[in-house]
């Protein structure tokens, strides 16, 4: 079956898409109701955060586009220091879609959403002409967390001596969307994750995290380039210390790519108190997804301090890792 | 100046085309902050939406996709019974789109938002091939809004001898749409508004409202279909009694289509005790966009009530208003 336009009429092929996927997957005690607006416990602070993916293929190695809707959102919402509590789904289907890929897709968001301890609460479908001859999908997640009270992670908090924790190994996901689309064959999947229990992890310790990013578009070192101006730090990275698998390395050596710039779904960077570091990598690597967590450099920020990356490389040389040059193709989200 | 897919890209280009436009019309001081995600004061009960909009073309008589997609979504909440606070913007841009029209629809969401009294707190951007040609737009916007303590606004509620209140003429949007794509010349503008002032006002005067909702896909006769089934109550409606402007009627006359199941983008229908429909009536045609307002039936409910829509014709007939038959295309939002 194919999605087709009467399916975006709001009429009754429109109501029984939605029992018949979104409503069958997504089911929970709100979303059941229908209404246009969910009426849900709120909180004194929250956080709203949004964003619309448009990847393609929809299905790639360790996950599709609805699993990375849900992560993408839920761990932008993490970042800030809240609780990530509640989701919404606007899909905006091509014609032509394929009614069995729509229900992989929703279930993998149910699911995910399941993992990351979120509900999808409200959502809205339209249909829209194809767009590549062969229908397709795009979904806007916006979220809502809880604001914790006293956490307060701003870039501009990173401060001299403080630990760059990585929470695992880069470029993944990026390696994954291109190998796909490339028809390369290899191992690597995409490490599209929510960051829940480990950020959970952090806070619930007590951990005076002064910044926290996803490193997705863009990369480790646009994140950290950002954090270096934000604060007016210098960060200093040592390369032996960078986790990077064999196979992402061999991939981008290949291809001529640095893992420095790859972006992953699934990843975080910390800024944490020197005397913290080693409380706070012990818990990461004890959370899910974050085994091969890493303290990866310092911060260092004195009167003569120039905001920069600064990578220590292995054989005794400085790189200095400056913005993205160029666009970070394909799209990976 | 077109959009191409490096305003996609995440670097040098995104943010110019944020800097330029979204940050320039939305400014305010939570989303300059330009994080990932907005924090703000929340609410003990809250309600969420979301509404993705996809019309063409994106300027009409009376409006634009851009105030389409404020109204939509505050209206939503409005609806629940909640004050609507916060929105998030997500724009899909297609290759080619015009900058111009961009910065049009953009400025137009802003106003809408201040009239509305919302603010746009967060967004994201992509940029898509092509679909069309000529370049395109797609807007997601989700709210945020906090729930009134006491205000039990369900149609569930529809009671015996009830008012059906319509707070101004039916069809302007769908006619407003219908006419532009058809290229016909008249002088009907699109309703699209926020009923912000009408709802608050009902609210704070304390106005009983049983059930409410805003008149858009699938019309009037949708709506109180919803609520008869919802409640088993039979509406029934005076002919005589609906607003329905000449131009519209005429309109409808040539084309064959039935106000009862046009879409507007800035009428409600409200369902108050009738000792209360004076008052009420009184506050919308009051507010903004009300001015047409006007009771136009009642509830009946007892024991052998059949749940229906009955139009009392002005020759003295019944016609029941069944579920909408077909599409009710154009697509209207």
């Given at each position: ?9 709001g ?8 029992r ?12 059941d ?27 790639f190695?360790?996950g599709d ?7 993408g ?17 606007g ?14 897709i ?13 509900e ?11 767009r590549?001859g ?8 916006a ?47 995409s ?7 480990m950020?959970?992890?952090l806070?619930?310790?007590g ?13 480790l070192g ?9 604060s ?22 290949i ?18 108190p ?37 990578l220590?490389t ?20």
């Open positions: 079956m194919k999605i087709t336009m009467a399916h975006g009429s009429g009754e092929s429109t109501s029984e898409l939605i018949q996927i979104f409503a069958k997957h997504f089911h929970n005690e709100v979303l109701r229908m209404e246009d607006s969910a009426i849900v416990p709120g909180n004194g602070r929250i956080a709203m955060t949004t964003d619309s993916f448009v990847v393609t293929p929809y299905f190695p360790g586009i609805g699993r990375l809707s849900v992560c959102t839920v761990n932008d919402l993490l970042m800030s220091g809240s609780v990530p509590k509640y989701l919404t789904c899909c905006i289907l091509e014609e032509g879609m394929d009614m069995d890929d729509l229900d992989r929703i279930a993998s968001m149910a699911e995910t959403a399941r993992e990351a301890g979120v999808i609460i409200t959502g809205d479908t339209k249909v829209v002409e194809a590549t062969k229908g397709g999908l795009m979904i806007n997640t979220g809502v967390g809880f604001a914790r009270d006293g956490a307060q992670c701003e870039p501009s908090q990173c401060a001299d001596s403080d630990a760059v924790i990585l929470s695992g190994t880069l470029g993944e996901h990026h390696a994954a969307i291109l190998g796909s689309r490339m028809g390369i064959h290899n191992n690597i999947v490490d599209a994750a929510p960051l829940v229990e950020v959970n992890g806070m619930n310790a951990i005076h995290v002064h910044a926290m990013r996803d490193v997705t578009r863009g990369g646009t994140v950290l380039n950002e954090f270096a101006s934000a007016a730090c210098c960060m200093n990275l040592q390369e032996k210390d960078l986790p990077v698998s064999d196979q992402v390395r061999d991939f981008c050596g291809l001529g790519l640095d893992p420095m710039y790859m972006g992953n779904e699934g990843k975080m960077v910390a800024i944490v020197k005397e913290e570091e080693e409380a706070a990598v012990k818990i990461i690597r004890g959370s899910r997804y974050g085994e091969n967590a890493a303290v990866i450099g310092h911060v260092e920020k004195n009167a003569d301090t120039t905001p920069a990356v600064v220590h292995q054989i005794g040389g400085r790189r200095v890792i400056g913005l993205m040059y160029g666009e970070g193709l394909p799209r990976i989200c």
